[in-house]
């Protein structure tokens, strides 16, 4: 318990630490949290702080008063190069060539500020705050700042902008405050550690010593846009892809519903689960049935099959999924739990 009561303490300094280090914190309300996966794996949650809630997106983009955009990193792995091109790519696919060229000074100064490692728990802001500049801060160290405060709105463009990270990216910023409790906790959970905190001085250090950024060979170029058949065909494909996770939730259930326990493991009060590898034909028929995770108990492994028997067939496969059979992998979950 002691042990314990010293970690939650810890968490609280360093949530504490970090939170009131940043300026304007006390005038800003959390508008709406989004989440940014690449490949199916989490990088960062991003959460953009106003001084008044709102759903209006245009609101926010001409808006001048104290506006914060922060991202807490998931992803230990979620590189310095690509955090950079990330906003680099996405600021040159939401402004004209105009805005490109008068930002020029600004946006090679951001790809110099961007030039840092990244850990698990990090936590990047971007600050418009009253005195009319951005700040830029990691973990409440100051990376740098940049004096047009227009700046920050076609950053923020990235993010809410006529070419979002994702539409539903976008759409999760603009709660006007209305944000599942779960997702906050989870939100404010992803801090710094101790550790990192402390590293963040000689970072600080480091940050002093470097040479300004410089303007000779950098440029930015809005990228081309997908043609309308690829917009189409990856359309197609995220629908697909939709249609089979959606699928594999109601194989999960159909499973759950059909699991028979042997009556020899339940009796001596055996629990466990077999992961099973389950094909089936486009009615649901069960063409074939392998144990991908074997239980420790014979009779379970054997139960696991049966079920997966007793359980074809399964729902039809969707018309949105295009394969003559469909594979999925199932887990046959025995528990005592809730048994007479």
Excluded: C
Excluded at 59 to 68: H, I
Excluded at 140 to 148: D, I, M, N, P, S
Aim: hydrophobic share 40%.
């Amino acid at each position: 318990m002691r042990k314990l009561f010293h970690r939650v303490v810890k968490n609280i300094f360093l949530i504490s630490f970090v939170v009131a280090a940043l300026p304007s914190y006390a005038e800003l309300k959390l508008n709406g949290i989004a989440h940014y996966t690449e490949l199916g794996k989490a990088q960062f949650v991003a959460g953009l702080y106003t001084e008044a809630l709102t759903d209006n997106k245009a609101t926010l983009l001409s808006g001048t008063g104290n506006k914060r955009m922060e991202m807490r990193i998931q992803n230990d792995h979620f590189s310095s190069r690509r955090f950079k091109r990330l906003w680099l790519e996405g600021i040159a696919v939401n402004a004209s060539p105009e805005e490109l060229k008068a930002h020029t000074q600004n946006l090679a100064t951001l790809n110099h500020l961007l030039k840092v490692p990244l850990k698990q728990g990090d936590i990047f802001t971007i600050t418009l705050s009253q005195q009319s500049q951005v700040a830029f801060h990691l973990n409440a160290v100051k990376l740098g700042k940049v004096k047009h405060p227009e700046f920050f709105n076609l950053l923020l463009r990235t993010w809410i902008g006529t070419v979002p990270l994702s539409t539903p990216f976008r759409d999760a910023l603009l709660k006007q405050g209305n944000i599942d409790p779960g997702m906050l906790a989870n939100y404010h959970r992803i801090t710094p550690t101790q550790e990192r905190q402390t590293a963040m001085a000689a970072l600080a250090a480091k940050l002093k010593r470097r040479e300004p950024p410089k303007l000779a060979g950098f440029s930015i170029a809005a990228p081309s846009l997908p043609s309308p058949e690829e917009t189409k065909r990856q359309a197609q494909q995220d629908k697909a892809r939709k249609a089979r996770q959606d699928y594999v939730k109601v194989l999960n259930d159909w499973t759950d519903q059909h699991v028979v326990y042997s009556k020899s493991a339940a009796r001596h009060k055996k629990e466990d689960t077999v992961k099973m590898k389950v094909t089936i034909k486009r009615n649901g028929e069960v063409t074939n049935i392998n144990i991908s995770k074997k239980s420790q108990y014979g009779r379970l492994n054997n139960a696991a099959i049966k079920s997966i028997e007793l359980a074809s067939p399964y729902p039809k496969v969707p018309n949105d999924i295009d394969d003559d059979s469909f594979t999925f992998t199932t887990p046959v979950v025995f528990s005592l739990k809730g048994k007479p």
